[in-house]
């Protein structure tokens, strides 16, 4: 079964500085990666994903996660943090007909 | 931007009560899906909902748990007896037909289920 870990429950930066979450995947086949933001009482919204093709990904609100092989790494980044992207975030493995969840990274930005 | 829609948003029973946990996925969407995250855990998958069939379902669904698509539109997760230990978000999620990793899931807002 495919599996991914996120390193840190907790991240905080502040205001401006640059946004790294963690991600690494345990596959054995090329993988499908995704990315998603849970807000405070909301659901779970994608902000990117990795299929095939480029590995470099842009996803929503100028989150983008580059997929490096050679890791077995699909890490998060933002260049410049902003208050509204404070939120739990969710590493994801498509695995056979179902996404299978990391253990999220709470993000806190501070002004 | 079509949504798919959770109710009740928060439902406290005592254990031992039946629970139905209701959900309208995205209108031209044919798989279904719940997942539930207990507070401070990850997000688990529970089953998977297609053709009015289960495709898969995880260990943690079993006898007391169902699912139904009763009508065109709802899709329902039944909790025949609830135990403490249920007390969690549960989340449903639908996607499209086509290869199945390009259809992401779109997931509601939840339902806070709390077993007393």
């Known amino acids: 079964a495919q599996s991914v870990t996120q390193l840190g429950s907790h991240v905080s930066v502040s205001e401006g500085a640059l946004v790294l979450l963690r991600c690494n995947y345990s596959?054995?086949?090329?993988?499908?990666l995704f990315w998603y933001v849970q807000y405070p009482n909301q659901g779970l919204q994608l902000l990117l994903k990795?299929?095939?093709?480029?590995?470099l990904v842009k996803g929503i609100n100028g989150f983008e996660a580059e997929f490096k092989k050679s890791e077995t790494s699909f890490h998060l980044t933002k260049p410049s943090a902003h208050m509204s992207d404070a939120a739990e975030y969710f590493c994801?493995?498509?695995?056979?007909?179902?996404?299978?969840f990391g253990t999220g990274t709470r993000l806190q930005v501070f002004p | 931007e079509p949504e798919v829609t959770q109710t009740p948003s928060h439902q406290v029973t005592q254990m031992g009560q039946e629970v139905i946990l209701r959900c309208v996925p995205i209108s031209n969407h044919l798989y279904f899906y719940w997942y539930r995250q207990i507070l401070g855990q990850k997000v688990e998958f529970l089953v998977s909902?297609?053709?009015?069939?289960?495709?898969?379902k995880s260990e943690i669904f079993d006898d007391q748990f169902s699912v139904e698509r009763p009508d065109g539109s709802n899709f329902t997760l039944k909790i025949r007896s609830t135990k403490l230990e249920d007390s969690a978000m549960y989340f449903c999620?639908?996607?499209?037909?086509?290869?199945?990793?390009?259809?992401?899931?779109?997931f509601g807002n939840g339902t806070r289920l709390t077993v007393t």
């Open positions: 994801a493995v498509w695995d056979t007909d179902k996404l299978i």
């Open positions: 909902f297609y053709n009015n069939e289960i495709s898969e």
């Open positions: 596959s054995s086949v090329p993988p499908y």
């Open positions: 990795y299929t095939t093709g480029a590995t």
């Open positions: 999620a639908s996607r499209t037909t086509g290869i199945s990793y390009n259809s992401p899931l779109h």
